[in-house]
């Protein structure tokens, strides 16, 4: 109805504000075999749309959901590519991704909201057609617009993985908070991130929250030199002792916009985590932290490069994985569970018969 069209609207609008402000044609990485702009286009033309006015909506009323897809989509191509394993629930013989502690603070609200929108999608386009990956690229995608941020074309056919990390797969994929620069840069290094990408994606930053927990080792038993006296008073409100369970803002100055504010706080000493504050500390990432604090388009821009060049990394494309139907179970184990059933009822007839 006319909210479709509002919604397409505004993606055209966003589309050609895009066009227009990168006079010189977007830098986009080398696109991943099987990956193409407008992969929808002829299976799914509304596909985008549908993700887009969804999004719109749910984040218009909780603003959290923004960054908790945005973190969603990096968790997920950190840990064994950009597979939609993160999505994956637990079997009753394996723990799942989602299990693992770094997932523990994954919102809830993200895993619902792909849930939805893949059963939106179904509706539109049938069951085998978008892939949750791509779901979770495109809602990270969107997210970033919603919350003030670029707009920017991403490259789609992602398929999905039929099975999860396991735990330790995770914990060595994810960089701590208590990371500094060099293990930062290492840990991206295995993924082919260099230092610009690290200082850009860290930009995400820039929107939601983090628990006490995250950074309190940096406010006891005392507080990290390079952290603002000022800003250690303020976190100490809500943290005060070690292992509280309470959550402050990432961006002290912005919280619920995405801009370069993130930048500014590193100038002022006062980013959340090692791993962000030390970004200004070191000399290959503490230029690129300069320009970005003055420069927001020259953090969008390189924010945009790289942000796709993670949503490609190790993905599964032409006749690898899958598009599951639910994303939280891979097709196998879903046919499974259908085929038990089956056997029960029959089991249940004869049991019946013989009564
Ligand atoms: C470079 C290494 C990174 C480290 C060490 C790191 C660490 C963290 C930690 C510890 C939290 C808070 C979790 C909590 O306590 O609730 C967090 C939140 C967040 N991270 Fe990162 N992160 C990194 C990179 C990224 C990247 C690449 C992105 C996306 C492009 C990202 C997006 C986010 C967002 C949006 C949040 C807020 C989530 C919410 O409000 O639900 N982070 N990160
Ligand atoms: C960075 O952290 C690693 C791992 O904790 C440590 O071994 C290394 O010495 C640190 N490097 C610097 C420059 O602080
Ligand atoms: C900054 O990081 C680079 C790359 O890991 C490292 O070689 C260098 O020693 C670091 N500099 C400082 C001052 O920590
Ligand atoms: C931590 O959070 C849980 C659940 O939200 C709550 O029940 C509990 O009281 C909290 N613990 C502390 C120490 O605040
Ligand atoms: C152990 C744990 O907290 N796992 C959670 C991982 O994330 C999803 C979404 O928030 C939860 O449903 C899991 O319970």
């Known amino acids: 109805g006319v909210r479709r069209f509002a919604a397409a609207g505004l993606l055209l609008l966003a589309a ?21 702009l407008g992969y929808y286009d002829e299976r799914c033309p509304q596909a985008e749309a549908v993700v887009f006015e969804f999004l719109q909506d749910a984040i218009g009323k909780d603003v959290g959901l923004a960054a908790a897809l945005i973190r969603l989509h990096f968790h997920d191509c950190f840990v064994q590519g950009c597979d939609a394993s993160i999505l994956l629930d637990s079997t009753p013989t394996e723990k799942s991704e989602k ?51 670029p707009w920017y074309d991403v490259p789609l056919g992602r398929h999905d993985g039929s099975s999860f990390a396991s735990e330790d797969a995770v914990l060595s994929a994810l960089p701590s908070p208590d990371s500094n620069v060099t293990t930062l840069l290492e840990a991206l290094g295995k993924l082919k991130l260099d230092a610009h990408d690290l200082v850009a994606l860290s930009g995400a930053h820039t929107v939601g929250i983090a628990h006490c927990t995250s950074f309190d080792k940096r406010l006891f038993p005392q507080v990290d030199p390079t952290m603002d006296k000022w800003f250690a008073g303020h976190l100490k409100v809500t943290c005060p002792v070690l292992n509280t369970n309470d959550t402050t803002v990432n961006d002290i100055r912005t919280p619920n916009t995405f801009d370069n504010k993130y930048y500014v706080d590193l100038q002022n000493r006062q980013g959340l985590f090692t791993s962000d504050q030390g970004l200004f ?14 420069d927001q388009s020259a953090f969008f821009d390189q924010y945009v490069y790289s942000v796709v060049k993670m949503g490609m990394i190790e993905v599964l494309t032409g006749s690898q994985g899958q598009i599951r139907k639910r994303c939280s179970v891979s097709n196998a184990a879903a046919a499974g569970d259908r085929a038990w059933s089956v056997v029960e009822t029959v089991a249940e007839a004869a049991e019946s018969l013989v009564l």
């Open 99 to 149: 299990l693992a502690p770094p997932n523990k603070t994954l919102r809830k609200s993200a895993f619902d909201a792909i849930d939805d929108l893949r059963d939106l999608l179904d509706r539109e386009c049938g069951d085998t057609v978008v892939s949750c990956s791509d779901i979770v690229t495109l809602a990270a995608r969107d997210s970033v617009l919603l919350a003030g941020g």
């Open 16 to 36: 050609a504000a895009a066009l227009v402000c990168s006079s010189a044609a977007a830098r986009m990485p080398p696109l991943a075999k099987g990956l193409s």
């Open 281 to 294: 500390f070191n000399a290959t990432t503490k230029p690129i932290v300069t320009k970005f604090a003055v």
